[in-house]
């Protein structure tokens, strides 16, 4: 399987401002997902980081909020935009299908 | 939509009893899906896939099992550990526009006692 890395492991930020979290893979793949886990809950998608073109945003997560970016096969960024508290989740990326579906090690984010 | 402030169901073993976890999925056009293993801190970790013709598989210590008639998987751990405590989550994903998402369960959290 894939290995993927996500940049920072954690952060603490102040309301107001933004995060860009990156991930990498050790391999080309065609899809890249970024996926939010808030407090004791299950995983949600976000998006899917396409290459060369717009991401793909799922009901209720929108591009200003959420940009992400995808400039070749191996890395992606998402931003998360304008933080308040309720942004305080676990950001994961993941990868598929080529080597699996296969997940970074998440971006734990705490927003004061 | 998500739910918030919802507690995970919790599953609590002795060392060497077997597990099972279950896992209601949403949609009966799902043809493949995974268990996932999370542990504190960390990303979901890969456990055993099934594929929508199949209604078992095996891997080293776990089996997973497909019932589509009632939309339902279950994940059977043989001889828990204490290393498998953890939060499992069972995924679903199928082709065409959603290809490569998956939809997540509200997961079980595993507790091994030694």
């Known amino acids: 399987s894939a290995v993927i890395s996500q940049k920072p492991s954690r952060d603490i930020c102040q309301r107001g401002t933004s995060l860009t979290i990156q991930c990498q893979v050790d391999?080309?793949?065609?899809?890249m997902f970024w996926y939010r886990q808030q407090p004791g809950q299950s995983l949600t998608l976000i998006a899917t980081?396409?290459?060369?073109?717009?991401?793909?945003?799922e009901s209720g997560f929108v591009i200003d909020k959420f940009p992400i970016s995808r400039p070749n096969l191996t890395f992606s960024t998402l931003t998360v935009s304008n933080m308040s508290p309720e942004d305080s989740s676990i950001y994961l990326c993941?990868?598929?299908?080529?080597?699996?579906?296969?997940f970074g090690s998440g971006t734990r984010l705490t927003v004061v | 939509g998500e739910s918030v402030g919802l507690h995970l169901p919790t599953l609590s073993v002795q060392e060497g009893d077997n597990s099972i976890i279950n896992c209601a999925y949403s949609?009966?056009?799902?043809?493949?899906f995974i268990w996932y293993k999370q542990e504190s801190g960390k990303g979901p970790q890969f456990i055993i896939d099934?594929?929508?013709?199949?209604d078992k598989r095996q891997g080293q210590r776990v089996t997973v099992l497909l019932n589509k008639t009632v939309k339902h998987l279950s994940l059977q751990i043989a001889a828990t550990q204490p290393g498998d405590s953890a939060v499992y989550f069972c995924?679903?994903?199928?082709?065409?526009?959603?290809?490569?998402?998956?939809?997540f369960g509200q997961g079980t959290i595993l507790t091994v006692h030694p």
């Open positions: 993941s990868c598929a299908p080529e080597y699996g579906y296969t």
């Open positions: 391999s080309q793949v065609t899809m």
């Open positions: 980081a396409n290459q060369g073109s717009e991401a793909t945003y």
């Open positions: 949609n009966s056009a799902s043809d493949y």
């Open positions: 099934i594929r929508s013709n199949m």
């Open positions: 995924a679903e994903t199928y082709g065409g526009t959603s290809y490569g998402k998956l939809t």
